[in-house]
């Protein structure tokens, strides 16, 4: 949909010429990405190659060795802390591992950003915490346990709870779904979809399961050898003409891809 | 000639290595200082902190204390019975408990258990994510984990060693009084005697100084942990490790601070 207008409207990201390497090890390797506002992007790609910092380079969490990256028409890489730190508090990310605080419990960990950015009284964020915690079908009750306490599919709900509580308007999502059993994938899936669509956002989501990525998506791109090799509708994913992507998506073990085995 | 170049070559880089690690670990710990000057202040980090160094170390420390107190006592009976300088004893049980094993003791004691419980904390929060997630959730992870943490073992290790103080006099007047056979009366009037302000106070600012050094070790290791499991553990370790180090070369510096005139 605004995918459509893009043209016209500058993208909500804009990613030109991104490299980051550690040590002698280029991960990243001149990355360029648009993501429309209101489009969830999905993010293709082998394990290791780079899309978890691709992610974290976005976030600030991993310094980028180079090129630009835009949030609404500004580099964030070339602003100053406080302006970053405003930025950032418009983006929830969901981690690979849910990353829960595991020595708070759960309500707490819903709450966090709200008390963190609005100075929000305890009460005020456990009120909110069980409505963020309904609104990924999870009872109020929950909120008291601590996250050791609960099954892989539920930190994932938590964490995504902790995600979307401030309301951002740029989420992203690492590997929503990877470890789930596919019918806790696709109820996930189905959480990330409503959630991104009742707040509007614009969304990044990194995953290798195609089923996951046909639901989530309105556009794919694929990120190989530290670059973006192909850019999509999501629909396309599967018939995209491009070999690489092909050959992913089907999982075929003969292709241009070379799976590096040595370290 | 060329074995020369590549001495020199090492020793350099051996150098700058060692460069390397103190800056970093300076900059760390001034980063985590500044965070406590500028607000907010997370009184709850610092209160769950401060209850982990000071009430949950009391045993082991206060353990440490009265048999090094005991043995201290016994040690300098057999040393001193020879030249009849049997009063003597009261004053060298205060002052070397006082001055060097309260301090020293319990802050070995805390590096090993507290210490090390930071850094494994810290190092599973850094291999899990967490602390990329305190970020993303608007919250400086050196101000939140760190800053408290400091703050908490600089101010927690003082009231530990205090109690330690007492408990060591305690032990060598058990032994003293019971095994020994002296009169409590004098021992403890000795004791007093012998006993100044600045011995006090001298071993309550090493208490502070260990303290400082045991959480910064812990949150330095924790915290540039990475690698797994595998990792938290080797910073699990090098905090003990360093701290323990550290604390007994301090303990130098800081005596020749105090003493040596
Ligand atoms: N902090 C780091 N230090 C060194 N190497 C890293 C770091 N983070 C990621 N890497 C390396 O970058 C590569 C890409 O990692 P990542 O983005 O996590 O892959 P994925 O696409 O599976 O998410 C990997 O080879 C990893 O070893
Ligand atoms: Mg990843």
Redesign the pocket.
Same mark, same amino acid.
């Given at each position: 949909m605004a995918a459509g207008m893009s043209g016209a409207a500058p993208p909500k990201i804009r990613i030109r010429g991104l490299r980051k390497s550690?040590g002698e090890?280029r991960?990243l390797d001149g990355v360029d990405l648009d993501v429309a506002t209101g489009t969830s992007m999905v993010v293709i @790609?082998g394990? @290791?190659? @780079?899309?978890?910092?691709l992610i974290k380079c976005i976030l600030g969490l991993?310094e980028a060795d180079d090129g630009q990256i835009e949030i609404d028409g500004r580099d964030v890489l070339r602003m100053d802390r406080r302006e970053r730190d405003t930025v950032n508090a418009g983006i929830g990310m969901l981690f690979q591992n849910s990353a829960l605080f595991d020595s708070l419990p759960v309500w707490e960990n819903v709450a966090f950003g709200l008390m963190a950015q609005r100075g929000a009284t305890r009460a005020q964020a456990r009120q909110r915490a069980a409505e963020v915690l309904a609104q990924v079908g999870l009872a109020a009750s929950v909120g008291e346990l601590s996250p050791s306490e609960l099954s892989g599919g539920m930190q994932k709900r938590v964490g995504l709870a902790r995600a979307i509580a401030a309301q951002p308007g740029i989420m992203f999502f690492d590997e929503p779904t990877t470890g789930l059993d596919p019918i806790m994938g696709a109820v996930i899936d189905g959480l990330i979809v409503d959630c991104v669509k009742r707040l509007g956002s614009t969304a990044i989501a990194?995953t290798h399961d195609m089923a996951s990525a046909r639901r989530i998506g309105d556009a794919a791109a694929m990120l190989y050898g530290g670059r973006i090799v192909w850019t999509g509708p999501a629909g396309a994913l599967m018939d995209s003409g491009n070999k690489l992507v092909d050959q992913f998506t089907h999982g075929r073990r003969e292709g241009p891809i070379q799976m590096e085995l040595r370290k | 000639m060329n074995t020369l170049l590549d001495g020199t070559a090492a020793l350099g880089r051996g150098a700058i290595g060692v460069c390397r690690v103190v800056g970093g670990l300076a900059l760390f710990a001034l980063t985590g200082l500044s965070h406590l000057l500028r607000p907010p202040f997370y009184g709850r980090m610092f209160l769950r902190a401060f209850v982990e160094f000071a009430y949950f170390s009391l045993p082991v420390v206060a353990l440490t204390a009265i048999f090094s107190g005991m043995v201290i006592a016994l040690q300098s009976f057999t040393g001193f019975a020879r030249f009849n300088a049997e009063s003597a004893i009261a004053g060298v049980v205060v002052l070397s408990v006082v001055r060097e094993l309260g301090p020293v003791l319990a802050g070995l004691m805390v590096a090993g258990r507290v210490g090390a419980a930071m850094a494994a904390e810290l190092g599973t929060m850094r291999v899990t994510d967490q602390i990329d997630a305190l970020t993303t959730l608007s919250t400086n992870p050196m101000k939140y984990l760190v800053a408290p943490r400091l703050l908490a073992g600089t101010i927690a290790l003082p009231f530990l060693v205090l109690i330690a103080d007492i408990l060591g006099v305690l032990g060598g007047f058990f032994v003293s009084t019971v095994k020994l056979g002296f009169a409590p009366g004098s021992y403890l009037v000795n004791t007093v005697n012998f006993m100044t302000a600045t011995d006090v106070l001298s071993g309550l600012a090493k208490a502070a100084v260990f303290g400082f050094i045991v959480a910064l070790m812990g949150c330095y290791h924790g915290y540039n942990s990475?690698g797994g499991a595998e990792g938290v553990g080797a910073a699990t370790t090098s905090a003990v490790v360093a701290a323990s180090i550290l604390i007994l070369a301090f303990d130098y510096v800081l005596t020749e601070l105090f003493f040596a005139r």
């Open positions: 550690f090890k991960v @790609g394990s @290791g190659s @780079g899309k978890s910092v991993i990194i | 990475r």
